[in-house]
């Protein structure tokens, strides 16, 4: 059920779960401090509870409500990227609830650059936000997708499409080597510009070091995610729903495939919802032309991550 930022801000009080809008896929809003909610947050999703949540706050002071250690490199990243898709890891302090961090020692924060967001946190103080889709489903990025997964039990803001599509940066910075657990549209050269300092990305240390959440299979349809294979265009099968990214296959023009053209902003604003369509219109396939991991082009590898997830079995 659609909402005004005013309902939501009402039922957020009174210990309810609600859908809201950030930059970049909606999430499932919840008060940090209510356990009770917490609890909610977590059966709506059947998410699995050695899975933490990330804190959303609107003022950087709220920081210091959480984590224990904040290090001037935190305060740094917090000042020139956020409001934005930004996750920062941090010690957490002793007294944030045990089901958010999921028994970790550390606490994963971020402010969301959503003007409805934003105002919701203001008036609820921080929340938990997991992406608002059923655990192991692709996110939601716009609010039909929410009533998929839910429909009437979860009440929704509607802000239309997100904007970038895929899920925040995850940076962990309660140790050295700092490393990007999840890829996004902030990339490890951009952060390491700014503190002056490297960071590892998810080559090398980081796949040993994942964070839970990248444990699991994740952000998958019900048809099969595959890369296309070497001798195989685009189009080939009928129960296939085919997406481009390079200009290699731009001279097929079938209502079966799907070209970017170079647009990886775009692929990444459209993916979860392409793979969302392919089950509604029963595609048993999603083939997706190979994308080559490249660290200049963030976006193309914060894509490459969550297709490896889906492609998982
Ligand atoms: O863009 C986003 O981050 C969205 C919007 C709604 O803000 N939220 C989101 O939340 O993607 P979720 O719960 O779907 O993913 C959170 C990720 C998971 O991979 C989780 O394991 C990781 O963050 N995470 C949370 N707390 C952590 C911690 N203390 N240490 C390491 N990873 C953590
Ligand atoms: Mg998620």
Redesign the pocket.
Same mark, same amino acid.
């Given at each position: 059920m659609k909402v005004t930022t005013d309902k939501a801000i009402e039922l957020i009080r009174s210990g309810d779960v609600v859908a809201i809008p =950030?930059e970049?896929?909606? !999430?499932l809003a919840a008060d940090a401090r209510n356990p009770l909610a917490i609890e909610k947050t977590f059966r709506l999703k059947g998410r699995p509870q050695d %899975?933490? @949540?990330?804190i959303?706050i609107s003022k950087t002071e709220q920081l210091y409500d959480f984590a224990a250690d904040v290090p001037k490199a935190a305060l740094k990243l917090a000042e020139k990227l956020w409001p934005g898709?930004l =996750?920062i890891?941090l010690k957490k302090k002793v007294e944030v609830l045990d089901a958010i =961090?999921a028994g @970790?020692p550390? *606490?994963?924060l #971020?402010m /969301?650059d959503h003007p409805a967001a934003l105002q919701i946190i203001d008036a609820c103080g921080p929340l938990t936000? /997991? &992406?608002a889709n059923k655990s192991g489903r692709p996110?939601p990025t716009k609010p039909d997708h929410i009533v998929q997964d839910y429909g009437t039990a979860v009440a929704w803001v509607d802000g239309g499409e997100t904007d970038i599509g895929i899920?925040?940066t *995850?940076l %962990?910075l309660s140790e050295r080597p700092f490393t990007i @657990? #999840?890829p996004g549209k902030i990339g490890s050269k951009e952060i390491s510009n700014l503190i002056q300092e490297e960071i590892l990305t998810e080559t090398g240390k980081q796949k040993l070091a994942a &964070?839970? !959440? =990248?444990r699991y299979s994740h952000y998958k349809p019900n048809a099969t995610v595959r890369w296309l294979n070497k001798n195989e265009k685009p189009g080939d099968k009928e129960n296939a729903l085919y997406l481009c990214h390079t200009d290699n296959y731009t001279n097929i023009e079938m209502k079966n495939v799907v070209h970017f053209n170079g647009n990886y902003s775009q692929f990444a604003m459209t993916l979860y919802d392409l793979f969302r369509s392919a089950d509604i219109n029963n595609f048993r396939e999603v083939v997706i032309e190979i994308i080559h991991d490249n660290i200049e082009n963030t976006i193309s590898s914060a894509l490459l991550n969550r297709i490896e997830k889906a492609v998982l079995k």
């Amino acid at each position: 059920m659609k909402v005004t930022t005013d309902k939501a801000i009402e039922l957020i009080r009174s210990g309810d779960v609600v859908a809201i809008p =950030t930059e970049t896929v909606y !999430g499932l809003a919840a008060d940090a401090r209510n356990p009770l909610a917490i609890e909610k947050t977590f059966r709506l999703k059947g998410r699995p509870q050695d %899975n933490p @949540l990330i804190i959303h706050i609107s003022k950087t002071e709220q920081l210091y409500d959480f984590a224990a250690d904040v290090p001037k490199a935190a305060l740094k990243l917090a000042e020139k990227l956020w409001p934005g898709p930004l =996750t920062i890891v941090l010690k957490k302090k002793v007294e944030v609830l045990d089901a958010i =961090t999921a028994g @970790l020692p550390t *606490v994963a924060l #971020r402010m /969301p650059d959503h003007p409805a967001a934003l105002q919701i946190i203001d008036a609820c103080g921080p929340l938990t936000a /997991p &992406s608002a889709n059923k655990s192991g489903r692709p996110s939601p990025t716009k609010p039909d997708h929410i009533v998929q997964d839910y429909g009437t039990a979860v009440a929704w803001v509607d802000g239309g499409e997100t904007d970038i599509g895929i899920e925040s940066t *995850v940076l %962990n910075l309660s140790e050295r080597p700092f490393t990007i @657990l #999840r890829p996004g549209k902030i990339g490890s050269k951009e952060i390491s510009n700014l503190i002056q300092e490297e960071i590892l990305t998810e080559t090398g240390k980081q796949k040993l070091a994942a &964070s839970p !959440g =990248t444990r699991y299979s994740h952000y998958k349809p019900n048809a099969t995610v595959r890369w296309l294979n070497k001798n195989e265009k685009p189009g080939d099968k009928e129960n296939a729903l085919y997406l481009c990214h390079t200009d290699n296959y731009t001279n097929i023009e079938m209502k079966n495939v799907v070209h970017f053209n170079g647009n990886y902003s775009q692929f990444a604003m459209t993916l979860y919802d392409l793979f969302r369509s392919a089950d509604i219109n029963n595609f048993r396939e999603v083939v997706i032309e190979i994308i080559h991991d490249n660290i200049e082009n963030t976006i193309s590898s914060a894509l490459l991550n969550r297709i490896e997830k889906a492609v998982l079995k």
